[in-house]
């Protein structure tokens, strides 16, 4: 008895497997090939970096160069050492060129603790955001994202898609509907360049920001180029460049003890959440200039 109905089943679970096989076996776009369209542009960014580590935890040190031009113009060049897990605290160590720390930082749940051991006092905010940009770290996102960044995430950052799209020269520029970014411009090879957005908060009369990176590692073929120098401006005239020394990820978590921070028992932390940030109280100064 013919059997119509069975011989067109099976010649398309035929075709849809061929399907697959050629999908498999179909050549995957290595970070370093350049890109001869935006959609494909993009395909490869969203590929290579907006990836979440498969490690729970990193440790990265770099220099920081902080410069400031109101209320008064201001420079320091310090060195930072930022280690944590993805998924819960962040702790950032800052010190001088000639080794003396500076300051000691801790982001989680909470919200942000700051201790200069050299000023034996401690400063906290629940918002890590704000109290880290008014600390001199003039980031418009929290430890935990420039975590992610300095190892080449930005998956945070970026949407999934984009909503129009346009080569200017030799890179790629496409407007986006993400909570912290509207602007993503991508080289040729799908690499990330330059991203833009509003502050959530105005923070120190800023209301944009813009983050570049300038420069990408040597890496080898089928290893994605992590992110070498970062490179992030507010529109206030704040600027931080982190030029990254080191870079690793944690097979496990860190230990608890590695990433408290526990104060003396003589310092109470001065809570930074009523108004001082805005202006009704002043400015906190800056504390941890490299002199």
Known sequence: MSRPWLTSTLAATA????LLVLAACAPRVSPGTAMDTPDAAWKSFRRHYCSPSKDPAMKVKASLYYSRIKPRKRTNRTLVTLWGDFDGPMRLDVSASVGTLLAHIREDASGLLAFYPQEDKAYAHTDPVLGATRLGMPFPFSLNELARVSTGDFSGL????YTTAKRVGETYVYEVKGKLVTRIILDTLGRPILMHGPTTITQNGAHSWQLEINRFEDAAANVTPLPGKLTLALDNGEKGILHIKSRELMVASWPA?????????????IRLDKGIYTGETGELPVIYEDK
């Open 257 to 269: 003890a590695s990433t408290n921070l526990t104060l003396p028992d003589s310092v109470e932390p």
């Open 158 to 161: 970026a949407p999934r898609t």
């Open 15 to 18: 075709a849809a497997l061929l």
